[in-house]
């Protein structure tokens, strides 16, 4: 059996994003999973037969870190003689194809999700855009996860056009359809947890609480349509990695009593289950999986227009978009989402429509064994 590792800076990337394919490549490939973890259980607990090797790569640049990062890769890559190596994130990307080419990896894959100099500027957008373009250039094959976000990569030079290859038609792995799907008995367990009423309507922010993700943004257009409307509450869920719970609810002062704070979940379903919306207001994004597994629960979303959500979100089809940082506009799509039930319940229907024949966990995953097989190499 081929080996084969996968590196990735976060284990949220490996507990919400991968554990289908992890677990389809395990029955194929002799399997590494590198990733910053205390969970010693990480991969046996989602059923994935592979090998846990918790190397610290921080998100950040700290250069005595990375460097350290750097070293163990390199040597475990030497010691283990992997015929292929697959990177996600940013910094992973790097320091495993600087470790790829220096052990003589044959086989190297980077996978495009998103770009932190997107909403970075001046020196700091500079140095982050030319590592991405080394990252290109030490690999042996590049991945995007939309068209879009390909298109941005070789407007801005970071690619060569037709160097980097779209995952199937979208998304890193696609949405199991069977887990992401409308279910009474979560939608009423999980308001009933939140304690919100039966008959309120949610808005549910799912991901990470950062700056760039929007949130302050959403909060201060909840301000504007909550206070009018008494039955209607707000949920973010996921964890808080800039300390933003403080300035949502002053941004959302006088209505602070409808927003909702829920942790970091292994059942992000059971709150898409419990929504009436899905809000995405991102600077950034390479595809916006959340708003596919929205969509797969029937649950319409407001979204910015910008690259890789509009890959993953139709205008008017599947929920509407609105410009990045624009909180009126957020609100007036609230309004209108809110105000017109027939309105949701159609685009949560052609929603989950596309979803079920477009971006099937089933289908993502043929397209990696298939890419795999046709380009991993044994030594």
């Known amino acids: 059996m081929r080996r084969l590792c996968l590196v990735t800076t976060s284990d949220l990337i490996v507990r919400f994003f991968l554990g289908g394919l992890l677990r389809a490549l395990s029955e194929r490939y002799e399997l590494t999973v590198i990733v910053k973890t205390d969970r010693q259980d990480l991969l046996s607990r989602q059923g994935i037969a592979a090998e846990l090797a918790p190397i610290g790569i921080e998100r950040d640049i700290r250069p005595l870190a990375d460097l350290q990062a750097l070293a163990a890769l390199t040597r475990l890559f030497r010691r283990r003689r992997f015929?292929?190596?697959?990177?996600?994130?940013?910094k992973a990307g790097l320091l495993a194809a600087l470790a790829g080419k220096m052990a003589g990896v044959p086989f190297r894959c980077h996978v495009y999700q998103g770009e932190v100099w997107a909403t970075a500027r001046g020196a700091r957008r500079a140095l982050l855009k030319a590592l991405d373009r080394l990252v290109a250039r030490l690999a042996t094959h590049v991945l995007v996860i939309s068209p879009s976000e390909?298109?941005?990569?070789e407007r801005e030079k970071v690619l060569a056009p037709g160097q980097a290859t779209l995952v199937a038609n979208g998304s890193?792995?696609?949405v199991d359809l069977e887990r992401f799907r409308a279910d009474q008995a979560w939608r009423r367990d999980t308001r009933a947890m939140l304690d919100i009423p039966e008959h309120a309507r949610v808005i549910l922010f799912l991901g990470r609480?950062?700056?760039?993700?929007?949130?302050?943004d959403l909060a201060s257009a909840f301000g504007v349509v909550a206070g009018t409307r008494e039955d209607v509450f707000?949920?973010?869920t996921g964890p808080d990695e800039q300390d933003l719970h403080g300035e949502i609810r002053s941004a959302a002062a006088r209505i602070a009593d409808r927003l909702r704070f829920a942790p970091l979940t292994d059942h992000p379903e059971r709150y898409i289950a419990a929504a009436d919306i899905l809000a995405l207001p991102s600077y950034r994004e390479g595809f916006g999986n959340v708003l596919i597994e929205a969509g797969a629960a029937g649950v319409p979303a407001l979204?910015?227009?910008?690259?890789?959500?509009?890959?993953?979100?139709?205008?008017?089809?599947?929920?509407?978009?609105?410009?990045?940082?624009?909180?009126?506009?957020?609100?007036?799509g609230l309004e209108r989402l809110l105000d017109d039930a027939a309105l949701r319940s159609r685009l949560g229907r052609q929603a989950r429509e596309r979803v079920a024949r477009d971006f099937s966990s089933d289908r993502a995953i043929a397209f990696w064994l298939n890419f795999l097989e046709a380009h991993a190499t044994v030594r």
Do not use: F, N, Q, W
């Open 209 to 216: 609480i950062t700056r760039d993700k929007g949130v302050l």
């Open 83 to 90: 015929d292929g190596v697959v990177s996600l994130a940013p």
């Open 150 to 153: 390909r298109s941005v990569l």
């Open 303 to 332: 979204a910015s227009r910008i690259y890789g959500i509009e890959d993953a979100l139709r205008d008017g089809e599947t929920g509407l978009m609105h410009p990045p940082g624009d909180v009126p506009a957020i609100a007036a």
């Open 234 to 236: 707000l949920v973010y």
């Open 172 to 174: 890193l792995c696609g």
